[in-house]
């Protein structure tokens, strides 16, 4: 197929792409460069520097490179940065998802695939967490993919724009050629956090709270890892295709680890007494979210190969080795 990622150049984004063109898709990258990795940019794709928000651009290429199907990864993705600049993400976010679907229309390309998130549930009722629990974000990085989603069905409806939304828990570790990695600037996410302390010794990482409703009292999430979240991706495509229904999927791998329990595997796989600080609560912070996977399994036949966090915890360390200074260093 001839594919558009949006965001193709980012963490998840470029995972997607590698993995896009080793089954032999065409593949165009469209990515504004603001996280500055310009070396993350597969050579193998066609690629353009804009912003999902240029709805004009965008159309132009679906129309110039005669696009069939959309993955988009360009949304503002950091929980604690969207309750301090809330108008940022829902302007990133929200207009670049109506951009995008009128760039769609224009160009009459149908099929879409959507990154959004766990985030949409909130502090959920029951654990693990199905598609049809109730959407009740508590950030507003949250609440903008539960709207993104939600403009989704509506051009589902009108306009035949058919969709998959695949609900991502926490996604870590790194491409398994040691290409890709997680390098976020700031970086907030706990497992990139934990292994550059490593790395540099500085015992600086401090864990945000210890007085959750949670076996230890930290946080619990889910982590999934990256090249498994993209093989549901491209699943997720193939059946978007074939049975030209929109729908929604839970990515994760149904196991829950606390905050304290990933120090602890990072430990184990680094060899390292990585020091923590314990400090107060970050907002935005559900308690914890573990996914019920299973629909995604049944229906994509989606077979994650990363089950536990010291797996996933080994491919992100790979990666940190090699890469002290992330993307700055090759
Ligand atoms: O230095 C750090 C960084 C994080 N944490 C904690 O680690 C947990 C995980 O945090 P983080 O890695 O920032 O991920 P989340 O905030 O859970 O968000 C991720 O996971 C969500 C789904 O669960 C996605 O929607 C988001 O895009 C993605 O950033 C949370 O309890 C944080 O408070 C720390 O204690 N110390």
Redesign the pocket.
Known sequence: MRVLVIGGAGYIGSVAVKKLIEQNNDVVVLDALYTGHRKAVNPKAKFYQGDIENKFLVSQILRQEKIEAVMHFAAY????ESVQKPLKYYDNNVSGMIALLEAMKDADVKYLVFSS???TYGIPKKLPITEDSPLNPISP??ET?VMMEKIMHWADKADGIKSIALR????AGAASDGSIGEDHSPE????P??LKSAVSGDGK?????NDYDTKDG??V??YVQIEDLIDAHVLALKYLVKTNKSDVFNLGTAHGYS?LE?LQAARKVTNIEIPYTM?P??A??PDS?VADSAKARTILGWQPQHENAEDVMASAWKWHQTHPQGYADK
């Not at 991502?168 to 996604?171: G, R």
């Not at 907030?188 to 497992?191: G, K, V």
């Open positions: 993705s950091l929980v604690p998130s766990a985030a990085y949250g993919k991502y828990f926490n996604v907030t996410h706990l497992i956090n934990i990482f401090t864990i945000f709270g930290t946080n999430r889910d905050n990933i400090g609560r970050r935005g912070d979210l």
